[in-house]
Every structure is written in C-alpha cells, then in structure tokens.
C-alpha cells in the first residue's frame, strides 16, 4: 500500500510538473511563434494558431489524470501555485512577444505607438504584477493543505469526519453550507473542508498543517481512508448556521 501510494504521487507530481511546463514554456512559445509568423511569415499563421489551439485541447488529458490521481492518495495542493508560476511564464513570454513583434510590424494596429498595443501590453504587465502578488499572498497557505478526492456523498464523508471527532472529543466549530461543511478544530488549528464533486464525489481539504498537527492529520487521514461503516447523520437543521461543541 506505501509503494502504491509512493507510485501514486511520483505520478501525480510527474503530470502535474509536465503541465507546468506546458502552460509556462510550450504554449507560449507556440502563441510568440504564431505572432512572428504573422508579421514575417504570413503563410504559416495558421498551422501554428491551429497548433496553439490544439496544444490547448491536449491540456484536458494531464487535468484528466490529475483528477483521478488524486483519488489515490493524499498530496498537498502545489497545483495552484504551479497554474501560477506557469501563468506568470505565459505573460512574460507573451507580452515581449507581442512588444517585440510590435516593433517589427508595418501593420497598422500593432505599431508600438499605438494605443492598443500600449494598453494589450500594459495589461499584460498588470496581469504579471497580480500573478505575483498571489504567490507572495497564498503560496505558504496552499503548501499548507493537503487534499483527497472520495467516491462517496458528501454528506457520507461528512458523518465520517463527525465520527472522528467524536471518538476522539475534539472541540471544533462547524460552518454547514448546500452539501458542503468547514469544520475548524480550535485547539489543532486545522480546517476540514467537505466539497461535492459531480453527482457523488467528495472532495476533502485539510488545512493549516504544520509540525504541532501533524500528528493528528495524520490520524484523520488514516480515518478517512479505512473501511466504510455505518456511521450516524449529523446533518445540522436547516435554521442552524454554526454548530460549536465537543464531539
């Protein structure tokens, strides 16, 4: 089960790296490509916006598989910060791409005087200084945070994680929602989070983790992986918000 799981995450990490890469090297170097082409060889425009968009469909498969890996095993969730620094290499790319092309045109509307390109370009440039800001803001939150996705309801999930809490009486407060549930565990620090996906699925977050909680993340995903049983509904009335008590 440890080499399967290791298996698993050499795996995940393998796609999830390839995408990085994709979005951050392979699709922009395409679009650059594709805008060159335009000002100085017209003819191969179109085979490579056909490529760009083709690459971009291509894209389905490692999400695909990114999906269903994450079924298998527990993996903290780099996937946001890696889509980041991979967005931040595509604006990069694109926006000198587009400066420099700019400076080659004789077309009118790609001039570099134009106010169009100044504000495509200068867009760009915002683009790339928010991108930035989120990484600074959120990165050290999302390395924080692991993730697994259930072939169960929600609603299962979250019985099973009331169980936990109740067999090991942690205080918590619960935030119930439509099918989807936070519960904080005030001592620890760690946030559980219960998300639908599609018509069955679940989709766990733990976060917050570090080196005092660890040990009981590691119990909770233990839980949560074992065998199914019959545990009791603590679905909340529908009038109650909020639900603060030891379990």
Not at 21 to 26: F, K, T
Not at 145 to 169: C, I, N, W, Y
């Amino acid at each position: 089960m440890v080499d399967e799981s290791i298996e698993s995450g050499l795996k995940l990490e393998r796609v999830q790296r390839s995408m990085e890469y994709l979005l951050a090297a392979v699709i922009p170097a395409i679009l650059a490509i594709m805008l060159f082409s335009y000002v100085l060889f017209r003819e191969f425009f179109e085979v490579f916006f056909a490529l760009s968009i083709i690459v971009a469909i291509l894209m389905i498969v490692p999400a695909f598989r990114i999906h269903r890996l994450h079924y298998e095993i527990w993996s903290r969730n780099t996937l946001p910060i890696r889509f980041v620094t991979a967005l931040m290499g595509m604006v990069y790319i694109v926006a000198v791409s587009i400066f420099s092309v700019s400076m080659v045109s004789v077309y009118e509307g790609l001039a570099p005087d134009q106010p169009m390109t100044l504000v495509i370009v200068g867009g760009l440039v915002m683009g790339l200084i928010i991108l930035m800001a989120y990484n600074a803001r959120y990165k050290e939150t999302l390395l924080a945070m692991e993730k697994k996705h259930f072939t169960k309801d929600p609603r299962q999930m979250e019985s099973k994680v009331m169980a936990f809490l109740t067999e090991k009486g942690l205080h918590y407060k619960k935030y119930p929602g439509d099918r989807r549930w936070r519960v904080a565990l005030e001592e620890s620090g760690l946030n559980i989070r219960i998300s639908p996906i599609g018509r069955k699925g679940t989709e766990i977050n733990v976060e917050n983790i570090n080196e005092e909680n660890k040990d009981l993340f590691r119990e909770i995903r233990e839980f949560l992986d074992g065998d199914p049983r019959p545990y009791p509904s603590t679905r909340p009335s529908p009038s109650q918000s909020l639900s603060d008590g030891r379990s």
